[in-house]
């Protein structure tokens, strides 16, 4: 094959997958992301305002490169920062497949897009990194989706034992968010009857449970007498209580 063939042949294989338009598509499923969020979690205000940024920017991009390029950048960058304290939690806890796999596709759709910005702005031509970035996506967003189906039906329930305190989670409250117990070992049984992940977390006496959708989880701990806050990491400062040790 000559060296014409050649290029002519790497140029087919780009068709379709410019930096542009992986900028684009990265936008669009942010878009989809955002919106399946507000259908199982309720309305997020915040996520809408990004979301209607995403729509007018792929929009502008028919018209223009740089300035929603420039403008695709830094709301991604935002959305990862405000977003931060509840992606992270999630991601780490694979069994509540819901919000693992939304927070992934919004991660992967977000690192495309930051990406492909980048690009489009250094004026980057099509070179097939723009085709690999997205094979790249796609395939960490299926295994991440496989592994996490998998850890949400293997998941065994925890179940409450003789002195455990049960505290139940529902509508984004602790039922009860004030606890008294006695000082020494503590096993508190969690409830989560919401669908999105909850943590049962105490700083003080690094205690970390995560409490997938719709699951129960148990831990045990030491304490010594005085009070603690509780609360759950992906929905602070809103949901928390107290626990008195005497």
Known sequence: MGQAEEVAT?????????WVSL???????????????NVFAGIIPPLIV????????????????????????????????????????TLTAPASAGDFILNLASVVAGLAGVTAAIAVLRGLGSTGGARKIAVAGAVLFVVGTAFSVYATVTYEDAV?????????TQDIVFKDDSL?????????????????????????????LDIPASKTARVTFQAEP????????????GMAGTLEVK
Request: glycine share 6%; proline share 4%; with cysteine.
């Open 50 to 89: 990004f979301a209607l940024i995403w729509i007018a920017s792929v929009i502008w991009l028919r018209k223009s490169q740089k300035g929603p390029a420039i403008l695709l950048l830094v709301s991604f960058i935002a959305f990862f920062a405000l977003s931060a304290p509840f992606v992270v939690p």
């Open 160 to 168: 409450a034992q003789a002195g455990d305190i049960e505290v139940v």
């Open 180 to 208: 008294e117990v006695e000082a020494g070992e503590i096993s508190v049984l969690v409830d989560n009857k919401d669908a999105t992940l909850h943590t049962f977390t105490i700083d003080e006496l690094e205690v970390g």
């Open 226 to 237: 005085g009070t603690y806050e509780f609360y759950c990491a992906p929905h602070t400062p």
């Open 10 to 18: 790497d140029s087919q294989a780009d068709l379709g997958m410019s």
């Open 23 to 37: 900028l684009k598509w990265s936008a669009i499923a942010s878009v989809v992301v955002v919106a399946l969020i």
